[in-house]
């Protein structure tokens, strides 16, 4: 076996230890924003952000925050404080920016 043949080998093995696991996460994935799960109040990530389903202040919630990713007309969508999860539009929580006007 040359040298070009052994590079290519393990490059070709390489690839494909790392093309498996990728596409067994992808896979797990929900595949629209609707099917991801809703934020738990009580978990430690909506804890450690004082996360709260609905806002108690006034005039400040998730779909009126800059990190807001969901359409300002739904009841809930993403955010990148919680990845791969859903947040509720009347939300709130201690990260929250006001969107530019």
Known sequence: MTDKQRRQLITFFGA?????P???????LPAHAE????????????RNW?????????EKNC???ALYQGDV??????CPLF????????GWCNAFS????
């Open 16 to 20: 494909g230890t790392v093309a498996i």
């Open 83 to 90: 990845p791969h999860m859903r947040v509720s539009a009347d």
């Open 35 to 46: 099917e991801a799960p809703m934020v738990d109040e009580l978990s430690m990530g909506a």
């Open 22 to 28: 990728l596409s067994a996460l992808v896979s797990t």
């Open 73 to 78: 007309h739904e009841d809930a969508g993403p």
């Open 63 to 65: 779909s009126k925050c």
């Open 50 to 58: 004082e996360y709260m389903a609905v806002s108690d202040k006034l």
């Open 98 to 101: 006001p969107t530019p006007s």
